[in-house]
């Protein structure tokens, strides 16, 4: 299928029936449902998922496999996502997608930085690069050991002693944010890549360090998002559209929009605020 076609095809709305739910922590679920488009979907794309009645909303891809099943994992923050949290095997949902870019697949040495459900679209990306990679680092945050997801996964994706948790209030791996085990594995180690996906303030300590210690990087972003194919504003940076210019973006472009990144969003109205 030709690029244009597949774009076309991509934002066609479809509806399918969820196949499983699993719960991952309090607060997060993970969904699976099949979809043929989104088969194609490399890490770091998203999709827009309908909940019947209720509303539309972007959530990263967290894993896209060839018999046709799609995972997202969800966060309880908000009306629509507390909907598709009520949802049970069987019933009935919409998608449109995959959108956006996607990850660079790097070889060599690999350090990855997740927090909260940023931790999928870099578990899908673990899975393609952990058999091609020389060394691959997974550092992950959280506030405390119940929001901590997917450990198991990582630990069987990358080499024994390589996935270092933190949690802020101490109550599993290190005390701390995750930027804190990043710094020294920057200044110990040389790495060829860092990817991160996380709460955006957490992204912009990794992208200031990675800066410092000249290490290439790639960030996803999240903005609001309305249509998702570029035409409606709703998710600008500086002058980007996450949608479609993103969500990955690369140091040199997130060095150009430094004064929103990690600082302010747009809401609902289209109005400035701080990211806190
Ligand atoms: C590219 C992308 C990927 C994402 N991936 C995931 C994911 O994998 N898992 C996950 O749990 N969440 C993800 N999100 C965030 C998710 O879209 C929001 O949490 C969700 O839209 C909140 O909807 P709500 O009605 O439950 O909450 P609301 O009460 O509407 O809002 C709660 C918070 O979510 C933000 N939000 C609301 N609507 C949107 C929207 N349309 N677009 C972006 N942010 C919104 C609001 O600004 C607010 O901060 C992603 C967002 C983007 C842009
Ligand atoms: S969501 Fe409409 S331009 Fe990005």
């Known amino acids: 299928m030709k ?9 066609q709305h479809r509806t399918t029936c969820i196949l499983d739910v699993k719960t991952e922590n309090p607060t997060v679920k993970t969904f699976t449902f099949k979809d043929k488009i989104c088969t194609r979907a490399k890490p770091g794309q998203f999709l827009m998922l309908w909940i019947p009645k209720v509303d539309e909303i972007p959530l990263s891809i967290l894993d896209a496999n060839e018999d046709g099943t799609v995972s997202v994992a969800v966060k309880k923050v908000g009306e629509a996502t507390e909907a598709l949290h009520s949802k049970k095997v069987g ?44 060394k691959l680092v997974f550092v992950m945050g959280a506030k405390t050991k119940e929001e901590l997801m997917f450990i198991d996964e ?16 101490g109550s599993y791996g290190v005390k701390g944010l995750a930027t ?40 996803s972003l999240e903005r609001l998002m309305r ?40 809401n609902f109205n289209g109005k400035k605020i701080p990211i806190v």
């Open 180 to 219: 804190t085990p990043l710094e020294t594995l920057l200044t110990k180690e040389r790495f060829d890549m860092l990817y991160t996906c996380g709460p955006e303030q957490m992204m912009r300590k990794v992208f200031d360090l990675a800066e410092k210690h000249r290490i290439a990087l790639e960030a």
């Open 91 to 134: 019933e009935v949902i919409g998608i449109r997608g995959p959108f956006g870019n996607s990850f660079t697949i790097k070889n060599g040495r690999i350090l990855m930085v997740g927090g909260g459900t940023g931790i999928a679209p870099l578990l899908f990306l673990t899975k393609k690069l952990a058999s091609k990679t020389a």
């Open 227 to 266: 249509c998702a194919i570029g035409l409606c504003g709703s998710c600008v940076v500086g002058k980007y559209r996450v949608c479609r210019d993103g969500p990955v973006f690369t140091a040199s472009q997130l060095r150009e929009v430094k004064s929103e990144f990690g600082v302010s969003k747009r």
């Open 154 to 169: 990582l630990e069987e994706l990358c080499s024994k002693g390589n996935v270092v948790a933190t949690t802020e209030d």
């Open 3 to 11: 690029l244009s076609v597949y774009r076309i095809a991509a934002n």
